[in-house]
């Protein structure tokens, strides 16, 4: 499965992602610690890449999570990470969480890759409700929910706890599939 947009392919994680991670990683450590402290965490040498990318593929395979890489088609590098995460196949819900890499951002990328993935959590994974939550001054991330369709249904209180800060209120969007009669 490989999705498309401009000069970019969407796909899932592969094992030969474990380099390129682990260099995304390191280049972008600032923009990631306080959102994506686990993702940092787990990638912090090549090592703890090739084990992290080996239990998101297996994750994905299982269909317990699905991790994507954003990719230049032209030099193959990775330009950021999407996960649909918190899947609950009963609810046929999911949740986004992205990164971009501080080359590519402003671009539009993360929000077409959002719009991409969307359609094929709808289409292809049967989803019908898809989450965003994000923090009200992350404006970025605000913008990519907003211009993705997505609409605020509530603040969920001290939903996130960043490493060694206190716990953050948090927006919840969320984008309906449109049932088809």
Avoid at 68 to 73: P, Q
Wanted: glycine residues 4%; proline residues 4%; aromatic residues 14%.
């Amino acid at each position: 499965m490989q999705l498309s947009f401009d000069t970019f392919n969407i796909e899932p994680i592969k094992l030969t992602d474990a380099w390129p991670i682990c260099n995304f990683i390191a280049a972008n450590e600032d923009r990631l610690k306080r959102y994506f402290p686990k993702t940092l965490a787990q990638n912090l040498t090549p090592d703890l890449s090739k084990y992290f990318v080996k239990k998101k593929v297996k994750k994905f395979n299982l269909k317990e999570e699905f991790l994507f890489t954003i990719k230049s088609k032209k030099t193959n590098q990775i330009a950021g990470l999407v996960y649909l995460k918190t899947l609950d196949w009963t609810k046929k819900q999911g949740e986004f969480a992205y990164c971009i890499d501080y080359q590519f951002e402003g671009k539009g990328i993360t929000t077409k890759t959002i719009s991409v993935l969307s359609d094929y959590a709808f289409e292809t994974l049967g989803l019908e409700t898809l989450q965003i939550i994000v923090h009200k001054d992350n404006l970025p991330s605000l913008h990519i929910a907003k211009n993705c369709n997505f609409i605020w249904i509530k603040t969920l209180k001290n939903e996130f706890t960043p490493t060694g800060e206190n716990p953050l209120n948090m927006e919840l969007y969320e984008l309906y599939n449109e049932i088809k009669s």
